[in-house]
């Protein structure tokens, strides 16, 4: 059965309004989160959370509800470790609330908390998303979830079992779940509440100290008072989740396989402790840097959004996020090229350029199309160029001052436009800055399978290459054009077949200009380089059938 546009965010949400309805909860509005973290700098995977908690808020909307997403920043978190690239001076800070350290990047925020939840909500702007914004510090302050608070230390030792039953955690089965913040010298985690008194609202401490990591980290010894209405101090996320959720009337949110312990405790708690049934949850798997490694705020490996839309566009960024959830995912900023190319697909199979006989496939690449574009899809699609393409010829004219209007002369020249949108222009700029980084040292490695008569071909078409003497463009770039069939007929390959993989290995499409032409504008010697890239090696003989002409 087609649910909505036939995509996961449909789908999720669908399962969403049949939930509640069997709850028999209020739908007027259906409130989703996302927990923004703010004790390093953000990054695709933090990024994605809250993205796709946003789908679900619109998909819901496309079924005629009303919904919204709540960011909560978590800026009461202490600070663990420093972020690899900032100042070491930060580390006199371990273990101080986020919102109470100075902003390490100068005076633009009111801390360092505040600066890191900014990069995230100003990716969010970029992306057009809409959110209402939560601070944890001023939501503690508040008092907002004093009562969530009482009725979880009231229940403590039930708690302390559940988790330690779930999570096989047993540490708050001798401590109560809160960090109270130690007055004396304003760290978190340090000091061990001891007592609550529940008629009072207080929790006695000992600032007695912790460990963090494989490092141990001693208190000031102080003995204080917290009461739970100046906000100073919060729960841990093994119960803050469910807190959450009953203050807010969450009814979804994502989360991360590698916090499934904890969101299945807090589930309990919100429905045994807290009476609210939990929200629902979609599982997700984590972003992979190239390497396999997990994609993290202090391992130095973050790709921020910020980044990546200095090389691609607000879609290519939404596509990378919308178009699945489940599976674990590489990703790095080698990947804009084709995101920025699978963005121009989806947009010809929604204008119809492009066709696809399988109905459902069709129908998903529409509807992730029309939530790129929060269900406000532009009239007419956009120029298409194929990024390498654009990539290479601003590597050509890199240190020339009019770089735009020479790349924009070639796809001219090529029959590729005949006109200048802005969105054009942006996208010139941006591949000529990944050229700048990402091509300037080197050249991309192309996995194609390829047969030995094929990869024959190859080999002596970059022997020819290698072998001609400079002439008249115009005649060499049709000498070049002529010799292509040639090697295709002589090698018994398909002509369309040999120029697809040729198109393939110098800007990964599968056609463009004519390639006669963009082999001398591209230069014969950087051609013959990236074929024998491809190649694998420079010195691979020729096959033993070769004969110069």
């Given at each position: 059965?087609?649910?909505?546009?036939?995509?996961?965010?449909?789908?999720?949400?669908?399962?969403?309004?049949?939930?509640?309805?069997?709850?028999?909860?209020?739908?007027?509005?259906?409130?989703?989160?996302?927990?923004?973290?703010?004790?390093?700098?953000?990054?695709?995977?933090?990024?994605?959370?809250?993205?796709?908690a946003?789908?679900?808020?619109?998909?819901?909307?496309?079924?005629?509800?009303?919904?919204?997403?709540?960011?909560?920043?978590?800026?009461?978190?202490g600070?663990?470790?420093?972020?690899?690239?900032?100042?070491?001076?930060?580390?006199?800070y371990?273990?101080?609330?986020?919102?109470?350290?100075?902003?390490?990047?100068?005076?633009?925020?009111?801390?360092?908390?505040?600066?890191?939840t900014?990069?995230?909500?100003?990716?969010?702007d970029?992306?057009?998303i809409?959110?209402?914004?939560?601070?944890?510090?001023?939501?503690?302050?508040?008092?907002?979830?004093?009562?969530?608070?009482?009725?979880?230390?009231?229940?403590?030792?039930?708690?302390?079992?559940?988790?330690?039953?779930?999570?096989?955690?047993?540490?708050?089965?001798?401590?109560?779940?809160?960090?109270?913040?130690?007055?004396?010298?304003?760290?978190?985690?340090?000091?061990?509440?001891?007592?609550?008194?529940?008629?009072?609202?207080?929790?006695?401490?000992?600032?007695?100290?912790?460990?963090?990591?494989?490092?141990?980290?001693?208190?000031?010894?102080?003995?204080?008072?917290?009461?739970?209405?100046?906000g100073?101090?919060k729960?841990?996320?093994?119960?803050?989740?469910?807190?959450?959720?009953?203050?807010?009337?969450?009814?979804?949110?994502?989360?991360?396989?590698?916090?499934?312990?904890?969101?299945?405790?807090?589930?309990?708690?919100?429905?045994?402790?807290?009476?609210?049934?939990?929200?629902?949850?979609?599982?997700?798997?984590?972003?992979?840097?190239?390497?396999?490694?997990?994609?993290?705020?202090?391992?130095?490996?973050?790709?921020?959004?910020?980044?990546?839309?200095?090389?691609?566009?607000?879609?290519?960024?939404?596509?990378?996020?919308?178009?699945?959830?489940?599976?674990?995912?590489?990703?790095?900023?080698?990947d804009?090229?084709?995101?920025?190319?699978?963005?121009?697909?989806?947009?010809?199979?929604?204008?119809?350029?492009?066709?696809?006989?399988?109905?459902?496939?069709?129908?998903?690449?529409?509807?992730?199309?029309?939530?790129?574009?929060?269900?406000?899809?532009?009239?007419?699609?956009?120029?298409?160029?194929?990024?390498r393409?654009?990539?290479?010829?601003?590597?050509?004219?890199?240190?020339?001052?009019?770089?735009?209007?020479?790349?924009?002369?070639?796809?001219?020249?090529?029959?590729?436009?005949?006109?200048?949108?802005?969105?054009?222009?942006?996208?010139?700029?941006?591949?000529?800055?990944?050229?700048?980084?990402?091509?300037?040292?080197?050249?991309?490695?192309?996995?194609?399978?390829?047969?030995?008569?094929?990869?024959?071909?190859?080999?002596?078409?970059?022997?020819?290459?290698?072998?001609?003497?400079?002439?008249n463009?115009?005649?060499?770039?049709?000498?070049?054009?002529?010799?292509?069939?040639?090697?295709?007929?002589?090698?018994?390959?398909?002509?369309?077949?040999?120029?697809?993989?040729?198109?393939?290995?110098?800007?990964?499409?599968?056609?463009?200009?004519?390639?006669?032409?963009?082999?001398?504008?591209?230069?014969?010697?950087?051609?013959?380089?990236?074929?024998?890239?491809?190649?694998g090696?420079?010195?691979?003989?020729?096959?033993?059938?070769?004969?110069?002409?």
């Amino acid at each position: 059965m087609l649910i909505g546009k036939g995509t996961w965010l449909d789908k999720a949400a669908y399962e969403l309004i049949s939930r509640e309805k069997r709850l028999n909860r209020n739908l007027n509005l259906i409130r989703v989160e996302s927990g923004l973290g703010a004790s390093g700098i953000p990054h695709l995977g933090s990024l994605g959370d809250a993205v796709r908690a946003y789908g679900i808020a619109i998909a819901l909307k496309n079924m005629g509800f009303n919904a919204e997403l709540l960011a909560y920043s978590d800026d009461m978190d202490g600070l663990r470790k420093v972020p690899s690239g900032l100042s070491k001076d930060l580390a006199s800070y371990i273990a101080t609330p986020v919102s109470n350290i100075p902003d390490p990047f100068g005076t633009c925020h009111q801390s360092y908390g505040g600066h890191m939840t900014w990069l995230l909500l100003d990716a969010l702007d970029r992306l057009k998303i809409k959110y209402t914004h939560v601070s944890g510090q001023k939501t503690y302050k508040s008092g907002l979830l004093l009562n969530q608070i009482d009725k979880i230390l009231n229940d403590h030792q039930r708690i302390g079992k559940k988790i330690a039953e779930i999570a096989g955690q047993a540490k708050y089965q001798q401590s109560l779940p809160y960090f109270p913040v130690c007055h004396n010298c304003g760290r978190i985690y340090l000091a061990t509440p001891t007592d609550y008194l529940s008629d009072k609202k207080l929790v006695k401490y000992h600032c007695i100290g912790t460990r963090i990591g494989n490092v141990e980290i001693k208190g000031c010894g102080y003995y204080g008072d917290s009461y739970l209405q100046d906000g100073d101090g919060k729960l841990p996320w093994k119960v803050e989740f469910a807190a959450r959720w009953q203050a807010f009337d969450i009814r979804f949110e994502a989360y991360g396989k590698d916090i499934l312990d904890s969101v299945k405790v807090n589930d309990w708690i919100s429905d045994e402790i807290l009476e609210f049934a939990h929200p629902m949850h979609v599982k997700y798997e984590m972003f992979l840097d190239k390497g396999g490694k997990k994609i993290s705020k202090s391992s130095g490996n973050v790709l921020t959004p910020q980044t990546w839309l200095r090389y691609g566009t607000a879609e290519s960024l939404l596509l990378l996020l919308y178009k699945r959830i489940s599976g674990t995912r590489h990703v790095s900023i080698e990947d804009v090229p084709n995101l920025m190319d699978e963005y121009d697909f989806f947009e010809d199979m929604y204008f119809g350029t492009v066709t696809e006989d399988n109905t459902a496939k069709r129908t998903k690449i529409m509807g992730i199309y029309e939530y790129i574009h929060h269900l406000q899809p532009p009239k007419a699609p956009s120029t298409h160029i194929p990024y390498r393409i654009l990539a290479q010829q601003a590597l050509l004219f890199r240190d020339q001052r009019n770089l735009v209007e020479k790349v924009y002369d070639r796809l001219v020249k090529y029959g590729l436009v005949k006109e200048k949108p802005d969105s054009l222009i942006k996208k010139i700029q941006m591949a000529s800055n990944w050229a700048s980084v990402y091509l300037s040292s080197g050249f991309e490695r192309i996995d194609l399978n390829l047969s030995q008569t094929q990869q024959d071909a190859i080999l002596e078409l970059t022997h020819y290459l290698k072998s001609l003497n400079a002439s008249n463009p115009d005649e060499l770039s049709k000498t070049i054009q002529s010799e292509i069939f040639s090697i295709a007929r002589k090698r018994g390959v398909q002509p369309k077949e040999f120029f697809t993989i040729l198109y393939r290995i110098l800007i990964n499409t599968d056609k463009g200009p004519r390639l006669g032409n963009y082999i001398v504008d591209l230069g014969i010697d950087r051609t013959s380089k990236q074929l024998d890239n491809f190649c694998g090696n420079a010195q691979h003989e020729l096959p033993s059938d070769y004969h110069e002409s």
